[in-house]
């Protein structure tokens, strides 16, 4: 298996800082705006996204890599309500904690949370168990980081309080604690984060999100698709992040037709076949990795 060689401190800085799920990627804005309005809750939901990306990735990577996508995706959610249940009752009955509607709402929904699907689909199924749990804690941590951040400002500005301990502020924005509140909040966290990354990490800079990798002594032009048959590949991280690339055409071919010959039953097969391909595309994965047993 290649690329076990990883640090955590490399698989940290990838993706906890220079693709933040939250801040780059824009995954999981909804519990950081709706739900993270205190320390307390966004804490809450942390721990259950670290522990469902953290479980998941890591049955992926031992148990789900000879399964195919199609049966794979759906063991994902299955496996994030084993997780997030038991823990949603647990804070429920055995703490003091009272949740809000928005936290009741949002902490069930982690189960179906894109970024754990994406992570497990792409990463975990091809590489080792370490590289795995090595990637979900990073990602985990990323995310957690925002939501922690984003909610105790919420509180200390919109409540004058801060773990609901009152601290008597001479002012509060009540308005801190409504959607548009977090939205600002996270604009400026992001602001900062990007400014970190370009004092300390500048080489990644233009790597914040799916770029085209150019050679340094770019070559001519190549010729469009349709007269040379090749294609551009878009990496959509580092080499040592993810283990292969996504090869996307230049022009969109036609959708093949099935064929004359085939009988009713097999034509049932292969418009099957079709659909999941199309919907694993409209994730951005790749349709020639998805697992559906072609005859």
Request: glycine residues 6%; proline residues 6%; negative net charge.
């Amino acid at each position: 298996m290649k690329n076990e060689n990883i640090s955590f401190k490399d698989m940290f800085i990838k993706g906890a800082v220079i693709f933040n799920p939250v801040l780059v990627q824009l995954v999981g804005l909804c519990p950081a705006v709706a739900a993270s309005t205190s320390l307390v809750n966004a804490a809450v939901l942390s721990v259950v996204l670290c522990a469902d990306l953290i479980i998941t990735c890591l049955l992926a990577s031992a148990l789900l890599k000879k399964v195919p996508r199609w049966i794979r995706v759906p063991l994902y959610l299955l496996i994030g309500i084993a997780i997030i249940c038991p823990v949603l009752w647990i804070v429920e009955t055995k703490t003091l904690t009272t949740l809000s509607l928005g936290m009741k709402i949002y902490i069930p929904l982690i189960a179906v949370n894109s970024v754990t699907a994406v992570h497990c689909e792409q990463f975990s199924v091809k590489n080792s168990v370490k590289l795995a749990v090595y990637d979900a804690a990073a990602v985990g941590i990323g995310s957690s980081i925002v939501l922690i951040l984003v909610g105790a400002l919420r509180e200390l500005l919109g409540a004058s309080s801060l773990g609901g301990v009152t601290l008597d502020l001479p002012v509060a924005f009540k308005g801190m604690l409504l959607p548009f509140g977090g939205l600002v909040i996270l604009g400026f966290v992001a602001a900062a984060l990007r400014a970190f990354i370009a004092e300390k990490y500048p080489a990644y800079l233009e790597e914040s999100g799916p770029v085209v990798k150019k050679p340094e002594n770019a070559a001519p032009k190549p010729q469009p698709a349709e007269e040379s048959g090749e294609v551009e590949e878009v990496e959509l991280f580092d080499e040592f992040w993810t283990s292969e690339t996504v090869e996307t055409p230049a022009e969109k071919e036609p959708e093949p037709q099935p064929k004359p010959e085939l009988s009713s039953q097999e034509k049932i097969r292969w418009e099957s076949q079709r659909d999941i391909e199309e919907f694993f595309k409209s994730l951005g994965l790749d349709s020639d990795e998805s697992g559906v047993d072609k005859q």
